[in-house]
């Protein structure tokens, strides 16, 4: 009983050091990079890497989830509002905004 308790804590510690370090590689790819092109340099949507991936946190978090942009302006379609769906590997979980900030930092290396 007792190594079974200890299998549970490890499994569960486990788990959430996975959480804690999504990978904002592989969620730009499966999500965003169809419109954004690969790495972020742009495609049928604005070009990323070097632009949005230098906002604030906060700013690149609100026009992801929300789809308001730097200028407080809203995002046309089909730019999806992410709050109101799933990235396509969470199950239909909303994206945390670690996942948001994983993406732009991936960004960020790419220009
Ligand atoms: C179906 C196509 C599509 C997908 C998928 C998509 N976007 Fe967009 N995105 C757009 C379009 C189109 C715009 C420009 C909208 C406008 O100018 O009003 C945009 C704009 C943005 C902007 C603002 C850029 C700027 O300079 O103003 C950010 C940031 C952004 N997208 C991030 C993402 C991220 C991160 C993902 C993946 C999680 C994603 N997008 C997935 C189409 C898409």
Not at 20 to 38: K, R
Not at 86 to 108: C, R, T, W
Request: proline content about 5%; hydrophobic content about 40%.
């Amino acid at each position: 009983m007792k190594g079974a308790f200890v299998t549970l804590i490890a499994l569960l510690t486990c788990s959430s050091a996975i959480a804690s370090t999504p990978d904002g590689e592989m969620l730009f790819q499966e999500n965003c990079s169809v419109c954004h092109g690969a790495r972020g340099i742009g495609g049928s949507a604005p070009r990323l890497a070097g632009d949005a991936s230098e906002w604030k946190s906060k700013v690149f978090e609100r026009a992801v989830l929300s789809g308001i942009d730097d200028h407080g302006k809203p995002l046309k379609a089909p730019m999806p509002h992410w709050a109101g769906t799933s990235f396509k590997s969470d199950n239909g979980a909303m994206p945390s905004k670690l996942e948001v900030d994983a993406i732009q930092k991936y960004l960020h290396k790419q220009k």
